[in-house]
């Protein structure tokens, strides 16, 4: 149980589009989500969390108008990167998590390369 | 503030030796407690958890962590690695009414033959 699935595994774009990455808990409700963003040999940041319904909240120096984030449904949240630039090149990650239940379940995660 | 502190950044073992991986926390309450293990390229496995009772708590794999209040610490351990256990280790820290998860920089861990 608690499977959590990302996709695309990796997508490679040119600077400029915009890439939509989802997150979706398999086999239960998550009414919590979370994206993290990981650069190589580190560990992972937080970019924000998002509760189905409402908007997310995002951490201090993440810019909102770029990572949109949706969490429409207690199975789904989408990071969606726009103008996508090389330096927005990374790992991000998704987890996901139950009300009341602290632990997080981790998606596999999602390699974009802006070339 | 709540934080993480992992002291080693790598650490080889032997296969068969015993392993254990240091985590310092700093919380101001009784804190969640997680060891995540990431093989490279994918996301984030737990091995286990502690949130409260018996402070020696099993996980998968063959690993097990104690949690010391007095020493603020969480430390993994097993006692006959594989070179399949070869992976990135992060200790999490959380807890209730919302706190983030926070997350220790990691410790890289080599297996020789």
């Known amino acids: 149980g608690a499977v959590v699935s990302q996709h695309p595994s990796w997508v490679i774009c040119k600077s400029g589009t915009s890439v939509k990455i989802e997150c979706r808990s398999l086999d239960f409700q998550a009414t919590t989500m979370f994206w993290y963003r990981q650069f190589p040999k580190q560990s992972l940041m937080l970019m924000a969390t998002s509760n189905e319904g409402s908007k997310a909240t995002y951490e201090q120096g993440v810019e909102k108008d770029k990572f949109l984030i949706n969490h429409a449904s207690l199975t789904l949240s989408t990071l969606t990167v726009t103008s996508a630039h090389p330096e927005d090149s990374s790992f991000y990650i998704c987890?996901?998590?139950?009300?009341?239940?602290?632990?997080?379940?981790f998606g596999p995660g999602t390699r974009l390369l802006v070339l | 503030a709540q934080s993480v502190t992992q002291p080693d950044i790598h650490i080889t073992v032997s296969e068969g030796a015993s392993l254990e991986l240091r985590c310092n926390y700093s919380y101001g309450a009784t804190p969640y407690l997680f060891w995540y293990v990431q093989s490279p390229g994918q996301g984030l496995q737990l091995l286990l958890k502690y949130f409260s009772g018996d402070t020696l708590v099993q996980g998968i794999k063959g690993f097990e962590a104690e949690f010391k209040r007095s020493q603020s610490s969480f430390n993994l351990r097993k006692p006959s690695v594989h070179w399949s256990d070869a992976a990135e280790y992060f200790c999490?820290?959380?807890?209730?009414?919302?706190?983030?998860?926070?997350f220790g920089a990691g410790t890289r861990l080599f297996v020789k033959a």
């Open positions: 999490a820290v959380g807890g209730t009414g919302g706190f983030k998860t926070i």
């Open positions: 987890s996901a998590r139950v009300q009341g239940v602290e632990t997080q379940y």
